[in-house]
């Protein structure tokens, strides 16, 4: 009985073998999102990286053919169209009802995109200060620090022995003079003599508080409203607020059975428009599309926060069967304990996203 056992274990291998190697051109099918499959006539991507280097390690040929959704490839599958589909498909239950799957080469699920309150504070800052640059009052406090330090630079010189005798060291001792006398009300200097030159360093002292409040006030408001309306750390934070999701998607899924309010967007890009624009309070889609999205564009004031929810692991798809998967196995782990697919992946979600 052992025998025959092991005979036949000989022959589906020599049968699998003999396959692989007389069939030079497999069917690929790619589907899914970006980064794992990126839009554009030619493929590329995180999972199209992956498998070109498996192909190549074993000497494998292949055609592309490109499917619009994961479900539509998945369909090929199970009738026989494609040997194997790239891209992110996720290993569920359903789907391990029609088609196998290779080991999982990425591990995600869904997290949550908020507005970047620290790059929200440092935008409405830079915009108080070029409204600040416009206003006629900066213009004159401006004016007048050229004009006192002047005044107070020739002054000190002609009456002071003290004072430095080098012309930019002068200039520099009059500036601080000036400037700390504004920022604090206080100096050494002891200002001009005569009532005009106190009256004179009274009205400095007053714009400079008047500049100063105006600094603080705009600081604190960018800081208290930012803290205000970014309070959303995690998924129960979701209550009561308005996301965006990707239509058709496991978020979308996921937020109706949650009852949360939602705006349905076509993609990654337009849910991020809904969410700067304030019509919406967080983006929640898949973790690597996330991560990808906000890697890439780091300008952007945004935020991914929270732990990883609804966890799913991504797979190469083949018809239940299939001679690929043994070797497809084989050169995944391979690829895995040298790293090269965390190599990959960081190229597409940063070293930080990647595990």
């Known amino acids: 009985m052992k025998i025959k056992t092991l005979c036949a274990a000989l022959a589906v291998l020599f049968f699998t073998t003999s396959l692989l190697a007389d069939q030079q051109n497999f069917r690929v099918g790619i589907a899914g999102q970006a980064p794992f499959i990126n839009p554009g006539s030619v493929p590329t991507g995180a999972a199209v990286d ?137 100096s050494v200097y002891k200002g001009f003599p005569g009532v005009l030159g106190r009256m004179v360093l009274l009205l400095w002292v007053l714009l400079g508080m008047i500049s100063v409040a105006y600094v603080t006030s705009s600081i604190t408001s960018a800081m208290t409203v930012e803290k205000l309306s970014n309070s959303i750390e995690n998924m129960k934070d979701l209550q009561y607020k308005t996301v965006s999701v990707i239509a058709d998607s496991p978020a979308e899924d996921f937020v109706k059975k949650e009852g949360i309010d939602e705006i349905p967007s076509a993609d990654i890009e337009a849910a991020v428009k809904e969410l700067l624009a304030k019509r919406a309070d967080a983006v929640v889609a898949e973790a690597a599309l996330l991560q990808s999205f906000d890697f890439n564009n780091p300008r952007l004031p945004l935020r991914v926060v929270g732990r990883v929810f609804q966890a799913e692991t991504y797979g190469f798809a083949m018809p239940i069967g299939s001679p690929l998967r043994m070797p497809l196995n084989r050169q995944l782990v391979k690829m895995q304990e040298s790293r090269e697919i965390h190599t990959i992946l960081a190229g597409y979600f940063g070293q930080a996203n990647v595990q």
């Not at 994961?70 to 169209?81: K, R």
């Not at 401006?142 to 080098?166: C, M, Q, W």
Request: proline share 3%.
């Open 50 to 186: 992956i498998w070109e280097k498996i192909a190549a390690e074993n000497g494998w040929g292949f055609a592309y053919t490109r499917f619009e959704t994961i479900e539509n490839a998945l369909q090929a599958i199970t009738e026989g169209s494609i040997d194997i589909l790239v891209g992110n498909a996720p290993i569920t239950k359903n789907n391990l009802a029609r088609v196998e799957f290779s080991q999982p080469f990425f591990r995600s699920g869904l997290q949550i995109l908020i507005a970047d309150s620290q790059k929200t504070i440092r935008s409405r800052l830079l915009s108080d200060i070029k409204d600040l640059v416009k206003l006629e009052i900066f213009w004159i406090i401006l004016a007048g620090i050229f004009i006192l330090s002047t005044a107070v630079y020739f002054f000190e010189k002609k009456h002071n022995p003290d004072f430095p005798k080098g012309r930019k060291e002068g200039i520099a001792e009059a500036l601080y003079y000036v400037v700390t006398l504004a920022l604090t009300g206080k």
